[in-house]
């Protein structure tokens, strides 16, 4: 009996009513698509279409064999149950990744499908679990942890989780669960797991790669690169919550300007509107904001206003949003979605009418003021308990679809503006998936709090981004939730957090800072609240130096921090990386959570514990390094430990390049 069949460049193989699709997928890659009664669809929820190429196949009745550059897949049907299993090896013959066997009289399925009501299936498939293989990527989650071997994580989005179902292994082969269904992966000692919980087709993607960054500029050949980023994304950005009135704003960019401060941005937070779903300018407190736009672009100053996905039942857009379909539904129960200052349900992003109507309002009430960037919020999006069983899109269930809608939301925005005719484009967003990068997304990590751990945490989430293939990341510098303005040791938090601002992609100041003041609209209605001062000024003359000192640092980093941009966008290269993303060979680097490569040549090492003064710090093999902040060279593969007084972050130079910040850090 033959099990398997060539067809256009693919293998197929069909036994039970199963059919196996494996087919060239980019350079080194394969695409693995399976389906149950059913033919192979083409949709694709990540990957994008690229150039067919032609692999090298053979059958053997019974095991087959297809191979596009330096990866193979070896396919055998087992003797008992005439189970398929799936393994992948490089060029060297060195297996990568296996599917679990059937174990003989257990039966396992690799590939298990179990029906759920109408033409859906609940999904799991496993594969064999090497001890010794690290895992990086996979998004943002909120932990302290670099290796995510051993890690249970959930495949959806809250705020500030990310779920990108990318990674890395160490043992050089990268991995691509092109699936948009609310789920899980389980990495376990015995198996990798993976499940969704309701779809109609397995499909993942896997590429080999001799080195971490020849496999991550792989993975973004066939998901997307981001754009060039704008000039103004290369300076200091100032945001709190919020500015609530056009005379704020302008007062805030005029004092930046008369102590001759660089910003290069000014953010107006959320309920700068009437109503949630209205995408404009509430006029009481916002009475001329063309004029107030213009003003701040003769500063030099871009405008970034917030956007959010939520419609209140009270908007002047609900009623025909409702009408025209353009909203999420609830399967069941009452069109409640979130509770914030009203009723409110969201957008539905996923419907490409959604898309057109939206922007057309945001264009004639943002846009046509030239305002270029938007902060899209609330892009998980945040469904009141997060009950994804109950809702549906219009590309179908949550539990089904739900991962592409923080893309999708990019997506409105960087099509609506670039059918405007506007060329440099970035959008601040609360969450991504697979492909958020090609539409401008520069995301930050959510409404986090103001503590050391989730200081420590941002760390790990950024290195981790990077490798899921978004370059654009940053975080609210000082953390959103509980910051007191006055309070020494949250100075101290925010200061050292400052200092990994400046070595992120983009350079953020935001936060929640108590404490706040009520506003009442003329209608007596209580408004959103505004936190406390969180301008540079605000904490004290000593704090300011420092803050000051730093944002100098990153002006001297401006053509640098180009390059590196440059690099992002033409090989989808990470702006922060892992320590082995830029030394392989060095096995220390793999387990390093509290240090990165900002590109290259700089090697970053934050202090994130409560009033320590020094740290210890890992100079990677291969290279000499140079203190910035002194000059002294240190030989890499080794551990120092380095001073580091409130005013100095430890930083290295790789090699002495980059010398002009010798002694300025």
Not at 93 to 102: A, V
Not at 148 to 175: M, V
Not at 620 to 632: I, M, Q, R, T
Request: proline share 4%; net charge negative.
């Amino acid at each position: 009996m033959d099990f398997f069949e060539e067809k256009d460049g693919s293998l197929l193989f069909r036994e039970n009513g199963e059919t196996v699709m494996i087919m060239p997928w980019g350079k080194n890659s394969l695409r693995v698509r399976s389906a149950i009664l059913s033919d192979i669809t083409e949709y694709s929820p990540a990957l994008l279409d690229v150039p067919k190429l032609k692999p090298d196949i053979k059958t053997n009745g019974t095991s087959a064999t297809i191979c596009n550059g330096n990866i193979t897949a070896e396919l055998t049907v087992q003797e008992w149950g005439n189970a398929l299993q799936i393994k992948f090896f490089n060029q060297n013959g060195d297996c990568l990744l296996s599917e679990i066997p059937n174990g003989g009289a257990l039966t396992l399925k690799a590939r298990h499908f179990m029906p759920l009501k109408g033409e859906s299936f609940k999904l799991k498939v496993s594969f064999l679990s090497d001890r010794n293989e690290k895992i990086y990527g996979m998004g943002q989650y909120q932990q302290e942890i670099m290796d995510l071997k051993g890690c249970n994580l959930e495949l959806a989005h809250r705020n500030s989780q990310a779920s990108i179902p990318f990674y890395i292994s160490s043992l050089g082969y990268g991995f691509l669960w092109n699936n948009a269904a609310v789920g899980e992966v389980h990495f376990g000692l015995n198996t990798t797991e993976w499940i969704a919980n309701s779809t109609k087709q397995l499909d993942y993607w896997i590429t080999a790669g001799d080195t971490p960054a020849q496999i991550e500029e792989t993975y973004a050949s066939v998901t997307g690169k981001v754009p060039i980023m704008p000039e103004y994304g290369l300076g200091f950005w100032q945001c709190k919550l919020r500015y609530y009135n056009q005379e704020e704003v302008l007062n805030i960019a005029k004092e930046y300007k008369k102590r001759n401060i660089p910003i290069d941005v000014i953010v107006i937070d959320y309920y700068h509107w009437p109503r949630c779903g209205d995408w404009r300018f509430d006029e009481e407190y916002f009475s001329d904001p063309e004029a107030m736009v213009q003003k701040l672009h003769d500063l030099g100053i871009e405008t970034m206003v917030s956007i959010w996905p939520q419609v209140d039942w009270r908007s002047e857009n609900f009623e025909e949003m409702k009408q025209k379909g353009l909203l999420v539904k609830a399967d069941s129960g009452i069109d409640i979605q979130m509770l914030f200052h009203g009723n409110n349900v969201f957008m539905d992003v996923t419907n490409p009418r959604t898309r057109e109507y939206v922007w057309e309002k945001c264009k004639k009430n943002y846009a046509d003021y030239g305002i270029k960037t938007f902060w899209l919020d609330e892009a998980e999006p945040e469904f009141t308990g997060y009950d994804f069983s109950n809702y549906r899109y219009y590309a179908g269930s949550v539990e089904q679809t739900g991962n592409i809608y923080p893309r999708e939301y990019s997506r409105l925005f960087y099509e609506g503006q670039k059918k405007s005719g506007q060329k440099d484009i970035v959008n601040l967003v609360r969450c991504a998936w697979a492909g958020s990068q090609r539409y401008g997304a520069l995301v930050w990590s959510g409404d986090i709090m103001s503590t050391y751990e989730d200081f420590r945490k941002q760390i790990c989430a950024g290195i981790h981004m990077g490798i899921s293939g978004i370059p654009w990341w940053t975080t609210d510098i000082g953390g959103f939730h509980n910051g007191v303005k006055d309070d020494k040791d949250f100075q101290e938090l925010l200061i050292r957090w400052f200092q990994f601002g400046t070595f992120c992609p983009v350079m953020r100041i935001h936060g929640c800072r108590l404490p706040g003041k009520d506003i009442i609209n003329k209608k007596g209605e209580v408004r959103e609240w505004t936190g406390a001062d969180n301008e540079i000024w605000s904490y004290g003359e000593e704090n300011y130096k420092i803050m000051l000192k730093y944002i100098n640092i990153r002006e001297l980093m401006r053509s640098y921090i180009r390059s590196l941009m440059e690099e992002a966008h033409l090989k989808g290269t990470p702006v922060i990386r892992a320590l082995f993303y830029e030394f392989p060979e060095d096995k220390t680097c793999y387990d390093i959570t509290d240090s990165y490569m900002f590109g290259a040549d700089i090697l970053v090492a934050p202090v994130c514990h409560k009033h320590k003064m020094e740290r210890k710090v890992y100079l990677p093999e291969g290279a000499l390094w140079v203190n910035a902040s002194d000059g002294k060279e240190y030989k890499g593969g080794a551990w120092y430990e380095i001073s580091a007084p409130i005013g100095i972050i430890p930083v290295f130079l790789r090699e002495g390049r980059q010398n002009y910040l010798i002694n300025k850090i």
